[in-house]
């Protein structure tokens, strides 16, 4: 049962006129939160949009305004050392978070909390989307919702129920991704051929918005040059120097 619901995974983004209420939101929230920990720091916090103003303003600075129009709920995810700052502090202890370490620690944290999330969420018949564009604009985002020293949003999710439902794209065969004892580079070309004809069948027959597409054409027109960039000096700006 659970298999079956991991692989129906598909990303909603237009939702029925349903609202969660905050029992609903608090019970996938906690439900969340028995995901796994690097040394149990927990270092994760969640924003719960419900001013519409913000809720449009979210839309905007990550260029998916149509998502939050009609989502049930609108989350933040935000890696959290603030927190651990203050627990520092309890015990007249300065927190160290100035590393790469701590911003990989944080990442995979939220990361791990938000698939539980996303997992209870579809459990129970909801729709979600991640939202990465939240990066585009971290700054003002970080002013939008008062996030302080210490704390970074990495992505949003929309959920609700599904007003549409895609189609399940095909993933990388396990043999591409699955290595055994070593790594093994050579297979990937005879493997990445094949999955570009089972990209192309799924692009040209899914139930909308077809296209001519694969796999290997759509990754190299998307990480032909750096993205982002800006974030490294926005990660400086909340403490975090990547020492």
Known sequence: MVQKLLRA???????????LSKEEVSELVETAQHAASSHFVQAY????????????????LS????????AGAALLFCADFH???VAGKLHDTE???????????????VALFAQNLVIAAESKGYGICFIGGVRNEPNEISHLF??????FPLFA??????DQQNDVKPRLPVSAVLHENAYDSVKYNKLLKEYDQTMEDYYTSRGSNQKAANWTKSMADFLDQPRRTHMKEFLA???????
């Open 146 to 151: 008062d996030l302080p020293e210490g704390v």
């Open 95 to 109: 927190i160290i978070i100035d590393t790469t370490e701590n911003v990989l620690v944080g990442t995979v944290d």
């Open 45 to 60: 916090s969640v924003i719960w949009i419900t001013d519409d103003s913000k809720k449009e303003e979210l839309g905007r």
């Open 63 to 70: 260029n998916n305004p149509k998502q939050f129009e009609t």
């Open 9 to 19: 995974h598909a990303s909603v983004r237009k939702y029925k006129d349903y609202t």
């Open 157 to 162: 999710i929309t959920l609700g129920v599904p």
């Open 237 to 243: 700006s909340k403490g975090f120097h990547l020492k």
């Open 83 to 85: 927190r651990l700052q």
